[in-house]
């Protein structure tokens, strides 16, 4: 006789019938044959097209929402709708690595030299003097913020500049993967609380939105490459303090917006600007 497991099990399914509905209506979806912003049929009328209860219907639709691939919208106008593309996925799968300590600061630092590097290399080609102005706002109002002595309003703009910048290159995989990396970033610094004031930040990136109007793109990534490594060395400095420090200066960082939370926090990923 087995000995018992520590857990309980359920007995598996050799059919999951609402996983076969998901990937039909993905494929619907890929083959261009539902497209963003179609409004799928009513649950019930999908589970008669399938032959599904409505519970099997309900399932699949859940796991397209998950997916990031549909909406679900409630009341009189509601109802599931394919959306243009959403990088949630991406960004939860990274984070519940974070959270499964699977990533360490050291990876995530060359993760992001590396992906920076890309972003920067596509967007010389890519990014518009308009969008070179806004990434100056930014640079700007995070400097305010500093000045201020305002730690979570200078942090959230230092992070919003990475993916302000990702975004000019107009790449959804650079996007989506900055989105995750800096979701990870975000959920580090809320562990690790304000660090020393950060008066090499500002002057770095106004050295490299320099660099990015001049469309120089070896020199704007020597510049971030340099900031990233700086960083990481703060951080880790401060990382490495006794927690009764940390818990003194930090505020209590409020719950991850999506996935699991960690059973403690416990600093995993590095640098927020």
Do not use: W
Request: charged share 25%; glycine share 6%; with cysteine.
């Amino acid at each position: 006789m087995p000995a018992p497991l520590p857990f309980e099990v359920a007995p598996i399914n050799p059919q999951r019938i609402f996983q076969e509905v998901a990937n039909q209506l993905r494929r619907l979806i890929s083959e261009g044959k539902l497209r963003p912003g179609d409004k799928l049929p009513p649950e019930r009328e999908l589970a008669k097209r399938f032959g599904v209860s409505r519970n099997t219907m309900r399932e699949a639709l859940r796991a397209l929402e998950l997916s990031g691939l549909i909406e679900l919208r409630l009341g009189a106008t509601g109802g599931a709708f394919v959306l243009q593309g959403s990088s949630n996925a991406v960004v939860a799968g990274m984070r519940d690595l974070y959270f499964l300590g699977a990533i360490t600061p050291e990876h995530l630092t060359e993760a992001r030299i590396a992906v920076s590097a890309a972003v920067i290399r596509v967007a010389c080609e890519r990014i518009t003097d308009e969008e070179i102005d806004a990434l100056e706002a930014n640079v700007a109002a995070a400097e305010r913020a500093r000045q201020a002595g305002d730690f979570e309003e200078r942090t959230r703009h230092h992070q919003a500049f990475h993916v302000m910048l990702a975004r000019t290159t107009h790449n959804p995989v650079l996007i989506a993967t900055t989105e995750g990396i800096m979701e990870i970033t975000r959920q580090f610094v809320k562990a690790i609380g304000p660090t020393d004031e950060q008066t090499y930040t500002h002057p770095s990136r106004k050295r490299l939105l320099k660099h990015l109007r001049a469309r120089d793109a070896e020199k704007a990534m020597a510049e971030m490459g340099s900031a990233l490594t700086k960083l990481h060395r703060g951080y880790m400095v401060k990382a490495a303090a006794p927690s009764s420090d940390r818990k003194a200066s930090a505020p209590a960082p409020p719950p991850p917006p999506r996935g699991p939370r960690p059973a403690r926090a416990r600093p995993r990923a590095p640098g927020a600007a």
